[in-house]
């Protein structure tokens, strides 16, 4: 339950104000969307695109060490927040 309850903190946080959640929360101001519909969809794509990530980490691990792949992760995200404060 602690494992669970952290990668849910995690991923929940990580998600608050993202791009998924903008669109999502667009796609609920339509007024001929089913709210429900709307609701099924945003969650299946979430559900996924995660899948798809436990399957390629998983397989990644196998190969590349996961100190590698924690560092290369960081180096990606620095990287990509300073490109995101320079635009």
């Given amino acids: 339950m602690k494992i669970?309850?952290?990668i849910f903190g995690a991923v929940f946080l990580a998600e608050l104000g993202d791009k998924t959640q903008?669109?999502?929360f667009l796609f609920a101001t339509e007024?001929?969307?089913s709210k429900f519909v709307?609701?099924?969809?945003s969650s299946s794509a979430l559900i996924t695109t995660?899948?798809?990530a436990v399957i390629l980490g998983d397989l990644l691990s196998k190969y590349v060490s996961p100190n590698i792949i924690k560092t290369?992760?960081?180096?990606?995200f620095i990287v990509l927040g300073v490109l995101i404060l320079l635009k």
């Fill in 4 to 6: 669970f309850l952290m």
């Fill in 22 to 24: 903008i669109a999502t």
């Fill in 31 to 33: 007024k001929g969307f």
């Fill in 38 to 41: 709307v609701f099924l969809a």
């Fill in 50 to 52: 995660s899948a798809i």
């Fill in 72 to 76: 290369v992760s960081g180096v990606v």
